[in-house]
């Protein structure tokens, strides 16, 4: 009997990883599992509920209990250097401490990947491989994944990316004849952008440990219904629950709902911990200041965080009809901030020079006017306060429909 899809084609564990049939097989096991059943219903999470690491810079041994029999791959992404474990949709039911980073890990991420997905993401320190991944069975009817991970040479490691035939999932490049022919209706679309979400918590509260992923849906969600109610406005969001986006979904799903606006909101931290108040970020390559470049630099990491390899950006396209596209939309970011700004003077608390800019990726549909709006820093007590507060963010999307719905009347009026 065959421990699990990684075992099953793994014959010596030795061999397992070098074998490259074997991460095709893999995959389709990877997928039999996550597939809904055949009847349609949505299968029941499993259960991890209790976890443990171990060891040393040499060997780190990491041990998570599941209730029922888990299916899993593990994969492995360069620079740097991760173990990528991934498994049907899990509850985490162990405290985190449990799993938090030692040995040859200096960073342990775990949580949703989709609705029938979960993932665990091992930063390693230096490179490594495993020497052991396999489910075994507990004596009280349970079942343990181990993973025993092992320093590696440099060449090892590059040999186990190279040899794993892994496409990641990339959302599709934008095609430029359909941003030519952009369909034309009476209704201005908002694609409202919950940051964070899933395995990528974003920042967390200094107080309260509140997760900014909670703080930016409870956000979103808000915001749209409040948009909707708008006469001539109709918003969408990107994620309605607790799921993993990549950046560059977030981008397609905003292009595939024919979005005329793209608003991600954020609350992240930052090292001064008395810098507060609100800022708009809209998309430049050469950011406006310091704080601007770092804050893009992180978030542009989440991709990162979840497993994917890094990526410099969407595929260019050289196209002089997307490059005057791409100067139009700039200006009409810009021109949203603004807006934002205005709406927000005197009633919400803003950052000293509240616009700003640098290179964030969730910001680079060509097409699509796109502002990220940090609502306030988790790493200030009284902005944490606030984010907090129902009331507050009320009155704060109470401010964005006004800019919305000033930069549409206009947008309108120019016929744009
Ligand atoms: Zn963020």
Redesign the pocket.
């Known amino acids: 009997m065959k421990a699990s899809a990684a075992t099953a084609c793994g014959g010596s564990r030795q061999r397992f990883f070098a074998r490259i049939g074997c991460v095709a097989l893999l995959l389709i096991s990877a997928i039999a599992a996550l597939s809904p059943t055949a009847v349609g219903a949505t299968p029941q999470p499993l259960l991890a509920f209790s976890a443990r690491v171990a060891g040393d810079e040499a060997r780190t041994r990491i041990v998570i209990d599941f209730e029922k029999k888990p299916e899993f791959s593990v994969h492995y992404v360069a620079a740097p250097e991760r173990v990528i474990v991934d498994l049907p949709a899990t509850a985490f039911g162990f405290p985190a401490e449990d799993l938090s980073a030692r040995g040859l890990f200096k960073d342990i991420r775990y949580g949703t990947m989709g609705e029938a997905s979960a993932r665990i993401v091992l930063t390693a320190k230096k490179p490594v491989k495993l020497s052991i991944a396999e489910v075994q069975s507990n004596d009280n009817g349970s079942y343990r994944l181990v993973l025993d991970a092992e320093m590696a040479s440099k060449e090892v490691f590059a040999d186990l990316v190279k040899t794993q035939n892994w496409a990641m999932p990339r959302a599709a490049a934008p095609d430029p004849l359909a941003m030519a022919v952009k369909v034309k209706d009476n209704v201005f679309t908002v694609a409202v952008d919950a940051?964070?979400g899933g395995i990528d918590a974003?920042?967390t509260g200094a107080g309260t440990k509140t997760p900014?992923k909670t703080i930016?849906l409870a956000f979103a969600k808000t915001l749209a219904e409040r948009l909707n109610k708008v006469d001539g406005i109709k918003a969408f969001l990107t994620r309605d629950d607790d799921t993993f986006l990549s950046l560059s979904e977030r981008v397609t799903l905003a292009r595939q709902g024919h979005a005329d606006l793209f608003v991600s909101a954020?609350?992240?931290t930052l090292g001064q911990k008395d810098i507060r108040g609100a800022t708009v970020y809209t998309l430049s390559d050469k950011a406006s200041d310091r704080m601007a470049e770092n804050l893009a630099t992180r978030?542009n990491l989440s991709d990162e965080l979840a497993g994917y390899t890094l990526q410099s950006g969407p595929p260019e396209v050289a196209d002089i009809l997307l490059d005057l596209t791409r100067r139009e939309t700039q200006a009409f970011s810009i021109a949203l901030a603004t807006n934002v700004v205005e709406s927000f003077e005197g009633q919400i608390g803003l950052i000293n020079n509240p616009h700003r800019y640098a290179g964030f990726q969730v910001l680079r549909a060509p097409d699509i006017p796109s502002v990220l709006l940090e609502l306030g820093f988790l790493s200030n007590a009284e902005d944490e306060k606030l984010l907090l507060d129902e009331s507050w963010r009320s009155k704060v999307i109470d401010r964005m429909v006004d800019a919305i719905r000033r930069y549409r009347d206009r947008a309108v009026a120019n016929g744009g």
């Open positions: 940051g964070h974003g920042a900014e930016t954020h609350a992240d978030e």
